[in-house]
């Protein structure tokens, strides 16, 4: 697991990358230093970032012998540690919460010795001898009446927030359960056999697998406003870490009807994360607060998404791509940043492969500018995908971006009405990019605005209704961390 630390009273002549390493070497596996660092502006203490091992103990001193015999001891501080269960050997959660956790004591305790016969049933899983009750409090699902099989079944029906664009999850689950097992049939209270009704079907025993692929398939908003509160098993796997490894915020933009705060959510989901936040999609409520969060509480991230994040400043994502070394794909519709964001996250991520920033194109000549493109050649050496929709970039900035950009092997300039690929720089595309797509070409798999109107003013937004409606939302009071 990366993990950020601040070295200490690092002596001057090791304040370089190769005495940090040296130093760093001893909590785990030296991976990057933060930009400052690097440029040696800020002495009081070293930023670098260190793959650890779940079992190895952090010193809070490491003590570096120097040439002339002299010792000085380097302080350990670190700022942000994610919960780890010695139990399971890994990062993501603590003893405490380990779905490992041991049955409760007090059953061995209620036994009689010469219940060991029992006792040795119920270890070896006995279905005649198991209890009507499982660890974590869920009903067995066998046990439940066709009454409570029925009402979990319309909890799912009457959410229209557990929604995607798949579909229904009270259809997705009748799918899922088909592929899976087959025809399910519930008996009724006499025994006998009712017809296949979507209301009917036993969820609580679908297979946790299955319910987690099921339930990945939504986003971070409908999980914490209805899929969690369905049953006490979708609620537990909620819980769980691994299912925040990917963050979707995506919404329908009428924050101002909405009873909550998502940036608190949003940052509620990062803990849940327990560190392992590997992709998170932002729209329309993104922070220069919220990026700095999500930097201090990961050091995984690949993939980063902003769409229309207004208040999202290029001084937020210059702060922010330091704390990103291992981000592969950028993704940034609209917004007030440029240049400056751009060669940050050039210098701070070589691994990134992917960058989508995308504006509204205008044909209007007065607002040429090669500013953005020019930046990307000269520090997104590696790039193979770019997607620059409604650019204002010329001839001049995409030839600089082909010299500057080598490995580059799709390209879209769909509105970019200031590029001409007639003549040999068309030719060139032609020859160096497998995947091109020209200024004209359609722009119907495209779920944004691409170009200004007439009158020359934006009209941001989607193009097409990919979300359905979320009308029933509740109210957060039983978590304790929005404003009701």
């Given at each position: ?69 002299s ?16 139990r ?11 779905a ?84 399910v ?48 098993q ?28 998502l ?34 509480r ?22 922010a ?13 609209f ?55 409604g ?19 799709s ?50 937004g ?16 039983d ?6």
């Open positions: 697991m990366p993990v950020w630390f601040h070295l200490r009273n690092v002596p001057l002549e090791l304040f370089t990358q190769k005495g940090l390493s040296c130093i760093a070497s001893v909590l785990g596996t030296p991976l990057f230093m933060d930009r400052i660092t690097a440029n040696q502006e800020r002495l009081e203490y070293a930023k670098v970032c260190v793959e650890i091992d779940v079992l190895k103990e952090i010193p809070s001193h490491i003590d570096v012998k120097m040439r002339n015999g010792r000085v001891s380097v302080t350990v501080e670190v700022p942000w540690m994610p919960p780890k269960c010695i399971c050997s890994i990062f993501g959660h603590n003893e405490k919460t380990c490992r956790k041991p049955v409760v004591a007090a059953t061995e305790e209620a036994m009689q010795p010469g219940d060991s016969v029992a006792k040795a049933n119920l270890d070896e899983g006995s279905d005649s001898e198991k209890p009507d009750i499982e660890v974590g409090g869920l009903l067995n699902a066998s046990k439940l009446g066709k009454a409570q099989i029925t009402k979990v079944g319309r909890v799912l029906e009457k959410s229209s927030c557990l929604k995607s664009v798949s579909g229904n999850l009270f259809e997705i689950l009748n799918s899922a359960v088909e592929k899976e097992n087959g025809d049939f519930i008996n009724d209270d006499n025994g006998s056999e009712s017809s296949k009704e979507l209301c009917q079907r036993n969820w609580l025993e679908l297979p946790r697998d299955l319910t987690v692929s099921i339930l990945s398939r939504l986003g971070a908003i409908q999980i914490i406003e209805s899929a969690q509160k369905v049953c006490m979708c609620r537990n796997i909620c819980k769980d870490p691994s299912m925040w490894r990917s963050i979707d915020m995506r919404n329908l933009d009428d924050l101002s009807s909405m009873p909550y705060d940036e608190k959510m949003c940052m509620h989901a990062i803990d849940r994360s327990c560190g392992g936040l590997v992709d998170i999609n932002i729209e329309y409520f993104g922070t220069d607060e919220l990026l700095a969060y999500i930097a201090h990961t050091n995984n991230l690949r993939r980063l998404r902003l769409v229309m994040c207004w208040d999202v400043s290029d001084e937020g994502l210059i702060e791509a330091s704390e990103f070394p291992l981000l592969e794909e950028l993704e940034i519709y917004g007030d940043t440029g240049k400056d964001s751009i060669e940050a996250f050039g210098s701070c991520c070589p691994l990134l492969r992917t960058f989508k920033y995308n504006q509204e194109g205008t044909r209007d000549p007065s607002y040429q500018s090669d500013e953005e493109a020019l930046a990307i050649a000269e520090n997104m050496h590696g790039l193979h995908h770019l997607q620059l929709i650019n204002k970039l010329t001839n001049r900035g995409l030839q600089a971006i082909l010299d500057g950009c080598p490995y580059l092997e390209l879209d300039l769909r509105k970019c009405f200031h590029v001409n690929l007639k003549g040999d720089i068309g030719k060139r595309c032609a020859e160096q990019i497998k995947n091109l797509r020209r200024p004209d070409d359609s722009i119907h798999d495209y779920p944004f605005t691409a170009e200004m109107n007439d009158s020359g003013f934006s009209s941001y989607y193009d097409s209704d990919d979300y359905n409606d979320c009308d029933d939302y509740g109210d957060y009071y978590y304790g961390y929005f404003d009701v």
